[in-house]
């Protein structure tokens, strides 16, 4: 046997090298061309399950779903999300009815969103705010289209969520608050580059859809401005601790700026460990805005200092309000909580629309789900988080992308060209 | 060919050291496996946690100690006080892990312990997580001076060379314990055959709850040192140093003790130094989320080669 | 501990557990709602793949903690071939021409790991597999040429028959059925065959095996080609189902949800496969149904006696514990602590029934006899 142990052992290896070179010269990197950003269609409206005219009673209160992330790694994000949803119907009667909220856990996951959704859908809710994180929206767009559930997701921020490689085009149940990465990522590159004066930038991104898409974004948008991307951007999965590995490898690329596109749990120890290096003590530091939260605050401290952090949306004349009704109920700073504001409009949204379509017939409500729809498309009000209108497939009509800097263990604003 | 090595000597220091600080940790907790395996041919799958609640207990002790403003004489005992403190906690969730869910397995079917163990490993981690923090982290506070030692372009921080006297020192104090004293004689005895050694009057029992407590103090340590290095720390931060470690003593072979005390080294340099090697070859590009492919590549071609790793004994004993 | 073994209770044979587990499965599929019929859709794959690694570890006594290896390479077969969207195939394959190239692809792959580890003993396989699995997962996500990465391959190309296609979760549940039915018939006929006892053969001492004239290599090999084909079976009914294959779905826990499940339901038959399934997969998905808080719900008086006794309690010794929360949050509070459930179960199971809860016969009388079991599992 160890004869023939050892022939094995040679034989494997020649076909794993084998293999490996098959894989080296299949490796061809083709483009992947952009999508046409085309409206919803009329062949969409028809698969989706709107269409089979499904008009609910209710009895009793009014069930709106809200899918987030409710354990988990992104729970600090999650959790504030669905309660600034919740607040964006406190103290609103619908026609005398009261909302009964009925929230899900969607683990931020491709997992957790189309078990959440199911659940939703199992729980006959007539619209829906989430999923929260866009590998889970992508993973529900069906569910909730086949059910005729609208939905709208506060902060899933990849571009082909809109854009599904299917003929009927975009879902038309889906909608969404927030602003797109690519906008976010430009916006951070011409900072970095116009503002910073920043030749050169070091690109670290958590693996996953939103980490991976954002950082692509930049990229594209730093090198259009004219930019370099120094080294070898560098992944990490969630829940890393050890970034020393990749700090030596920024000191050996000599960046002018360091980009970040991940969650706050990885970005503070990495933020630790940056400012531990005495070479990278004041290199300055562009953060997405997974990032932008307050446990990075308190978990980094003097390590977050300097930072900058972007965050798309505005601050809209409704902010005020969300915030007073957030205090008072979660006893929260709605500041700090991330996507928040986009939370907030999104359920505004769904209760202003249903507002107009809800019809009460002795002493109970019913809804249309095909025009409570068709009313959110039509949306058009100054919410928390800015002017809220969608464009023709689904999208946040007009993007504004805000930047901060943390300033004495706060974020504090930038103003436009300001560093 | 190309120019070999286009980054500067000072990347490959760097890397080095990372490597060096990557190893120390991997090996203190390599130790514990190996030795619970040595006894008792068990994979402790909880023992990654057992490391945890070190971190976290070691935790408890820097904040209680002033946190982020203890200075001078007082961060010198609160690292003392966190390290006793760290391996104490360690120790009595190991001996309790031992008590409730190994020691009714001992003479079950040998798959048993394993899920048992796995299931130890899952509650606690959870319990931490899901229970206790909702999925938030903790941060060490930052209370290690600065300061760093340069040798031409070797630059190790404070910090550093703490970690790894540290590690040194708790390896050369077990080594003590297992060669030199009555208890160490012991575990030898039973690692040899349990049988022969409750023969000839050792208190098998006694061997291999000593064994964990060992094993348990070198993963409390372990786990202080990690907090103070890397800074975050969650429920579930023991898993991956946990599969790291158990590679790392497979590596070494498993149930040598000095073995694992190599293999740890190796499979931290390999992960840095070993991999940034790869990227000097043209064509090839190995960014940072490739390290655990590199890693576990190489446990596969050292066990082609060397089928009971690198110190382990010839063919196992108990096939 | 090991009362088990009742030589006066006649069993039933194990086709009339595979016979019940059918019928109550096409009565909950006729009866329940979607909700139920996914999640024992999941409880029916589980079982599925959990009868592959069965052959690995149970039969043939490898320990594998890399099965998901195998259920990726099928999941990723037919999304790679089967999805438009996948960058590196153009065109659509038929899927009933993807589901055997799925399961060739998985005894492949099997075979390609098998080669250089199967020499290796115990505990050993464990670690390499382990890594192993982990390897498929970091390239699948790395490697986003073939497989996009994070960002995973959806609108797969679902199975037909006639004009029809498989897309609801109730069609999937009896494709799914159809293949744990096949699976069990396969595996059951291999255990009582030639090949079947020299798996056992290798299983209870390799050594003597091997001095038998039993090529144990081979055997070996073909033990983790069956199962990972198995595995790979699972993955190419799992994706098309899901309608969505990246890489977050291959970690770990997957491998080790199939192994215990395995175990606890006691090595080595089907069996107390569909057990352990029911217990590990049923049972954290349940915590997470409305329908589990509503009867929780019902046991209200339970708190308020418990909550009296808190009172009493803390009143007594200082103590200020807090109080059970009220009925509403129950099923928030289960489905948040499913995992330590899930732990705090697969101890339980094991200290109280250390061979599964269906021991299979032979090997309960091996661990009943005054002797310890024999330490090696090679």
């Known amino acids: 046997m160890t004869h023939s142990g050892k022939m094995s052992r040679w034989t494997w290896l020649m076909a794993m090298v084998a293999l490996l070179a098959i894989f080296a010269v299949a490796c061809s990197g083709d483009d992947d061309d952009d999508s046409s950003s085309a409206g919803f269609t009329d062949a969409g409206y028809k698969t989706a399950g709107l269409d089979k005219a499904r008009v609910v009673t209710i009895d009793g209160d009014i069930p709106i779903g809200i899918s987030s992330a409710l354990t988990g790694e992104v729970a600090g994000l999650g959790i504030p999300i669905a309660d600034s949803a919740e607040v964006g119907g406190e103290g609103i009667t619908i026609k005398g009815k009261k909302i009964k909220w009925v929230r899900e856990d969607d683990l931020c996951s491709p997992e957790g969103g189309p078990a959440a959704a199911d659940r939703l859908v199992k729980a006959n809710v007539v619209a829906a705010i989430g999923p929260i994180c866009s590998g889970g929206t992508r993973a529900s767009l069906k569910i909730f289209d086949d059910a005729g559930i609208t939905h709208i997701s506060p902060s899933a921020t990849a571009g082909d969520l809109t854009t599904p490689t299917r003929p009927e085009g975009p879902y038309v149940t889906f909608f969404r608050v927030p602003v797109l990465n690519a906008d976010e990522a430009k916006a951070q590159a011409q900072f970095a580059y116009d503002t910073l004066k920043a030749k050169k930038a070091f690109v670290v991104f958590d693996t996953d859809d939103y980490g991976k898409d954002l950082a692509a974004e930049f990229q594209k948008s730093f090198k259009a401005e004219g930019g370099e991307i120094v080294g070898t951007p560098a992944g990490y999965e969630k829940k890393t601790t050890d970034f020393k590995s990749i700090i030596a490898n920024i000191k050996a690329a000599k960046p002018d700026v360091i980009y970040q596109a991940g969650f706050y749990a990885e970005a503070t120890p990495f933020l630790q460990q940056l400012r531990a290096d005495a070479d990278l003590k004041s290199i300055p530091y562009i953060g997405g805005d997974g990032i932008k939260n307050d446990e990075l605050l308190s978990g980094a401290k003097d390590a977050a200092e300097g930072a900058y952090l972007a965050l798309p949306g505005t601050t809209g004349s409704q902010f005020d309000t969300y915030k007073q009704k957030y205090a008072a109920k979660f006893k929260g700073n709605a500041d700090s909580a991330t996507f928040g504001a986009e939370a907030y409009d999104a359920a505004t949204a769904i209760l202003k629309a249903l507002d107009k379509v809800a019809v009460e017939k002795g002493g109970k409500l019913e809804i249309d789900l095909k025009k409570l729809n068709e009313e959110i498309k039509k949306s058009s009000f100054e919410g928390a988080s800015g002017k809220v209108e969608f464009q023709d497939n689904g999208n946040r009509a007009g993007a504004v992308v805000r930047l901060f800097k943390v300033v004495g263990g706060k974020y504090v604003q930038l103003e436009a060209g300001k560093k | 060919m190309t120019v070999i090595f286009l980054t500067s000597a000072e990347f490959w220091a760097d890397q080095l050291v990372n490597g060096l600080t990557t190893g120390s940790i991997y090996a203190l907790i390599a130790l514990g496996y190996t030795m619970v395996y040595g006894v008792l041919q068990l994979i402790n799958f909880a023992h990654g946690e057992v490391f945890m609640i070190g971190s976290f207990a070691g935790y408890g002790v820097l904040v209680a100690m002033g946190g982020d403003d203890t200075s001078g004489a007082m961060i010198a005992l609160a690292l003392v006080l966190a390290m006793i403190a760290a391996s104490a906690a360690s120790m009595g969730t190991a001996l309790a892990i031992e008590r409730i869910a190994y020691r009714p397995l001992r003479n079950a079917p040998r798959l048993a312990p394993l899920i048992s163990a796995i299931g130890v490993s899952v509650f606690l981690s959870h319990l931490v997580d899901d229970g206790f923090l909702t999925g938030r982290s903790k941060y060490y506070p930052s209370i290690f001076p600065d300061g760093a030692l340069e040798l031409g372009p070797l630059t190790i921080s404070a910090l550093q060379i703490f970690l790894m006297g540290s590690s040194l020192a708790m390896m050369g104090g077990l080594w003590w314990v297992i060669q030199r004293t009555k208890l160490g004689r012991g575990i030898r005895a039973v690692a040899e055959s349990r049988d022969n050694a409750s023969l000839m009057g050792i208190d098998v029992n006694r061997a291999i709850v000593v064994t964990f407590a060992l094993g348990a103090i070198m993963a409390g340590v372990a786990g202080v040192l990690y907090g103070l290095f890397y800074s975050a720390i969650r429920g579930s931060m023991g898993f991956i140093p946990g599969v790291k470690a158990f590679t790392a003593a497979v590596l070494g072979g498993i149930g040598s003790v000095q073995g694992a005390v190599i293999g740890g080294y190796f499979l931290g340099l390999t992960e840095t130094v070993g991999r940034e090697l790869l990227n000097e070859i043209p064509g090839v590009s190995l960014p940072n989320q490739w390290k655990d492919v590199v890693a576990f590549s190489l446990l596969v071609l050292v066990l082609i080669f060397r089928p009971n790793g690198i110190f382990g004994q010839k063919e196992t004993k108990r096939a | ?378």
């Not at chain 3, 670690?127 to 959806?154: C, K, P, Q, W």
């Not at chain 3, 779905?249 to 038959?269: H, P, R």
């Open chain 3, 1 to 378: 501990m090991l009362e088990s073994v009742r030589p006066g209770v006649p069993r039933l044979p194990e086709w009339a557990h595979a016979l019940i587990f059918l019928i109550v499965g096409l009565l909950g599929w006729y009866f329940l709602d979607d909700t139920w019929v996914r999640m024992l859709f999941l409880v029916t794959l589980y079982a599925t793949l959990g009868m592959g690694l069965n052959v690995v570890v149970g039969l043939a006594g490898l320990l594998d903690l890399g099965f998901v290896a195998f259920f990726a390479t099928g999941a990723y077969v037919v999304a790679i071939w089967g999805a438009p969207i996948s960058p590196s195939v153009d065109g659509v394959v038929n899927y009933w021409v993807l589901l055997p190239m799925a399961v060739f692809a998985g005894a492949g792959i099997g075979m390609l790991l098998g080669l250089p580890v199967l020499p290796l003993r115990g505990d050993y396989l464990a670690i390499v597999t382990l890594g192993f699995g982990e390897i498929i997962r970091i390239l699948a996500l790395n490697m986003d040429d073939y497989t996009r990465g994070s960002s995973g391959i959806f609108a797969l190309a679902k199975p037909d028959y006639g004009a029809e296609t498989v897309d609801s979760v109730r069609e999937f549940f009896i494709m799914i059925l159809i293949a744990a039915m096949a699976v069990w018939f396969v595996t059951a006929r291999l255990r009582d065959s030639k090949v079947g006892r020299a798996w056992e053969a290798i299983r209870e001492d390799e050594d003597v095996a091997q001095g038998m004239g039993i090529n144990t290599v081979r055997y070996k090999l073909m033990a983790f080609a069956i199962g990972a084909s198995i595995g790979a079976l699972g993955g190419a009914i799992y994706a098309p189902f899901v309608d969505f294959v990246a890489p977050a779905q291959f970690s770990l826990i997957v491998s080790i949800n199939v192994l215990a499940l395995v175990i606890i339901g006691g090595m080595g038959n089907t069996t107390g496969v569909i057990a352990g399934s029911a217990m590990l997969i049923g049972v954290p998905e349940l915590l997470q149904f409305q329908e589990t808080a509503d009867v929780l719900a019902k046991f209200e008086w339970l708190r308020d006696g418990l909550n009296v006794f808190i009172d009493g309690f803390n009143a007594v010794s200082f103590a200020d514990l807090g109080k059970l929360p009220p009925s509403e949050e129950w099923g928030d509070k289960l489905a948040l602590y499913r995992f330590i459930v899930f732990g705090a179960l697969l101890v339980m199971v094991m200290v109280l029934r250390p061979s599964g809860l269906f021991p299979s016969r032979r090997r309960e009388l091996e661990f009943t006899a005054e002797e310890p079991a024999p330490a090696g599992s090679a």
